[in-house]
């Protein structure tokens, strides 16, 4: 067991020093608080952009643009077109280090120097591009050494974005290079109010496998374990005879043949050490120019999605002064506005609820997908303003105009391919005017409500879930995350995402889905929130390894040397997994009333159907109540008959539940009706589940947003508040109603 320890924890830019007293046989550890710093070190502070307009404030509108890709008899009308639609900012050079660099010897900021003071005189702010995010044919041809490799050992052809090693000397030395030559130009440019680092860091060079990754990989794990005795352990490298007398023996995951699998706990190194050594580039990215521009703001664009979220951005919005996304649509649905709330959450989180910046998304469709959907009547300025209500304050695209030739020449952008004249850029500028609303109304630096829930999310446990490895290679910790959003918006409610490392302290309720690591620090996190009178949901799969990849033992789930049980009052000793597809097997398991449930809740998640992950545990808690128990034939099948599958177990002052399988949405809504939902809160006392509300604050008003979440029209009433925005929305003959259509919203202020 853990007998005391120290935890750090961030309140705003304060840092909290905890320490958890030893346990008291029979009682959790309580945390008391020893000392405030005033000062965090690992955290920039936060800035935000300043516009071209006389007081610098105002909503930031606009994207990519890549003039060089065009002839300069175009940019006159690039400029008065994005007068037109209201643009007043945009991401310059991105890709443009061969035009400011075309040859070793040669730089060229001409024409970059005319397309800033050209935009910067019509209002228009630039968001100046380190320009890293491709490197010049030439520095190829010179340095092949600065490829990046595939895990077999190929080196990656230059050409697209990202060829090269993040660990590479020669590739850094020229990148800082151009980083402060572009600072000692455009430093003092009053027209350049932020610096953009690199772009999309770990797109296409995160899992480099070179002699460069090879040798920074070794001092990293030097660095970290300090010994090559504890790397070993770390490692469990007793296993296939895996143990280094040196870190010189330390190897990456190259590939090692069609049937063989990688020590999982060195693939999750080789993760962690990919995160780090990119964060490290954008570092020194950003310092070279801060040493030179020290008073303008630094960011880089994350990548959090549906179908990504491969970097651990907690580490990474510590380093920013104001945090970034591209966030593209997923098709179907209810699940588009859905996935764009939930990919916000966990943004606004990055930010610690200050307003934040949607670097890139799409008008309509993209290029990069096997079947490219466009967007629907509406959706271009529908999912614009989802994101200032989830707490935005930028709404950038990419990119300015359709790329007539290239890899993306088939990606939508805010001027089509058909031009000016076009229902696509028309809706451009009615955004342009919506957004210039808002901002007149007072949106701008408001900062979204918090919930009483946070669902949480580990960065480690999405890529522990990748392991080829463990019981089911279906597990995904992220998909999980999503389906328990969706699952409290269909309850009427609203959870926050938040970081695993972060301070949830201060929710009612945490909920852990599928995070799969749990280190003993982090267990005694949760036993203390709960003994504090918290409630603790752990999902299944959660807390079976800790932050080695080592598995906890004395049955699932073992987290903190079996601390986490107690806390359940439950012991599992195997899974039962199914979805293998082979006939005459069960492919799903239904579950019915426990033994101790209310007679009013007896129906709630009797007839919830699981069909991955079943845990198989005994009821070892004294008050532990069993909720919801396996049944029927199916059940019979696999013994899981009558055995526990959501529990509840009273912990100090507050409660654990276990769901011990996997549940859909409908069934998760169930659950969360019955069992965790709170009284409605103010950010959600309209009752519809069909519409999506958030409020933002400011210290003299609030913003209410409204957002259908299906495709019928939603009649709301005794709406509080004067409406500011009414988009694909009528107002009603009495006071308060209001028809929104799909894709429509409303926002009021009150």
């Not at 610690?352 to 271009?380: C, D």
């Amino acid at each position: 067991m853990v007998h005391g320890c120290t935890k750090y924890v961030r309140k705003g830019n304060d840092v909290q020093i905890y320490t958890s007293k030893p346990a008291v046989p029979g009682k959790p550890a309580v945390p008391t608080a020893t000392a405030t710093l005033t000062a965090t070190p690992n955290r920039q502070p936060f800035a935000w952009p300043k516009l071209l307009t006389e007081n610098g404030r105002g909503i930031a509108f606009g994207g990519d643009y890549n003039p060089d890709q065009w002839s300069e008899e175009t940019w006159d009308d690039d400029v008065r077109l994005m007068k037109k639609a209201g643009v007043n900012t945009v991401a310059l050079a991105i890709f443009s280090w061969d035009r400011i660099q075309p040859q070793e010897n040669r730089w060229d900021f001409g024409w970059l120097d005319r397309i800033i003071d050209k935009l910067g005189k019509a209002g228009i702010a630039t968001d100046l591009a380190s320009a890293t995010a491709t490197a010049p044919l030439w520095l190829y041809e010179k340095h092949p050494e600065v490829l990046p490799c595939d895990k077999f050992g190929h080196p990656v052809n230059a050409g697209s974005r990202q060829s090269w090693s993040p660990t590479s000397p020669v590739f850094k030395e020229y990148a800082l290079t151009l980083c402060r030559k572009l600072a000692e130009r455009y430093g003092a440019n009053p027209y350049v109010t932020a610096w953009h680092m690199g772009n999309e860091y770990g797109w296409n060079n995160r899992n480099d496998y070179s002699d460069n990754a090879l040798n920074a990989f070794r001092l990293w794990c030097e660095r970290k374990y300090g010994t090559i005795g504890a790397l070993n352990q770390a490692w469990g490298a007793t296993f296939w005879g895996q143990e280094m007398n040196s870190f010189d023996e330390v190897l990456i995951p190259r590939f090692m043949g069609a049937d063989s699998m990688v020590n999982p706990g060195q693939k999750l190194d080789f993760e962690r050490f990919g995160n780090d050594m990119l964060l490290d580039f954008y570092k020194a990215e950003r310092d070279a120019i801060a040493e030179i521009c020290p008073d303008k703001p630094f960011t880089t664009n994350f990548m959090v999605s549906t179908d990504q979220c491969c970097m651990d951005y907690a580490d990474w919005a510590n380093e920013v002064n104001f945090v970034s996304n591209d966030h593209y649509f997923h098709e179907g649905g209810e699940m588009h506005l859905d996935e764009l709330a939930c990919s916000d959450a966990l943004m606004d989180s990055f930010a610690l609820g200050k307003p934040w910046y949607v670097m890139e998304h799409s008008t309509s469709a993209v290029q990069w997908k096997p079947l490219n959907m466009r967007k629907r009547k509406g959706e271009t300025v529908r999912d614009s303003l989802a994101h200032v209500a989830m707490g935005a304050d930028a709404i950038n695209f990419f990119q300015w105009r359709a790329s007539a030739f290239g890899a993306e020449s088939f990606h939508s952008a805010m001027v089509p391919h058909a031009g000016e004249d076009t229902k696509l850029f028309r809706q451009v500028c009615e955004l342009g005017e919506t957004l210039q609303t808002l901002a007149d109304a007072g949106v701008q630096g408001s900062e979204l409500e918090r919930s009483d829930t946070a669902i949480l999310f580990s960065a480690e446990s999405e890529w522990a879930t990748r392991s080829e490895t463990l019981p089911s290679m279906k597990l995904n910790h992220w998909h999980d995350v999503r389906d328990w959003y969706r699952a409290f918006l269909d309850a009427g409610t609203r959870a926050d995402i938040m970081p695993l490392k972060y301070d949830w302290s201060d929710y009612k309720t945490v909920v852990l889905p599928t995070v799969l690591m749990l280190s003993a620090v982090d267990t005694r996190r949760l036993a203390d929130f709960a003994a504090a009178g918290g409630r603790v949901v752990v999902g299944y799969a959660t807390g079976l390894i800790d932050e080695n990849f080592h598995t906890w033992l004395g049955g699932y789930p073992g987290a903190g040397n079996g601390l986490l049980r107690d806390m359940l009052g439950i012991r599992g000793e195997e899974f039962n997994i199914l979805g293998s597809g082979v006939e005459g097997e069960p492919e799903a398991i239904r579950l019915g009333a426990g033994g101790e449930v209310a007679l009013e809740d007896a129906a709630a998640l009797n007839g919830a159907t699981t069909r991955l992950w079943q845990n198989d545990v005994t009821v070892t808690g004294d008050r532990t109540q069993v909720l919801a128990m396996y049944a029927g034939e199916e059940a019979d099948e696999w013994e899981l008959d009558g055995m526990a599958a959501v529990t509840r177990n009273p912990y100090g002052a507050g409660e654990a539940y276990f769901v011990g399988c996997d549940l859909d949405v409908a069934d998760l809504t169930k659950l969360i009706r019955t069992y965790l939902a709170a009284p409605a809160q103010s950010q959600q006392s309209q009752a519809n589940t069909d519409v999506l509300h958030t409020v933002r604050k400011s210290a003299d008003a609030a913003f209410d947003f409204y957002l259908p979440r299906g495709k019928k029209e939603v009649e709301l009433q005794g709406v509080e508040g004067e409406p500011v925005v009414l988009f694909q929305t009528e107002r009603g003959e009495e006071n308060g109603s209001y028809t929104v259509r799909r894709n429509g919203v409303l926002v009021v202020r009150r």
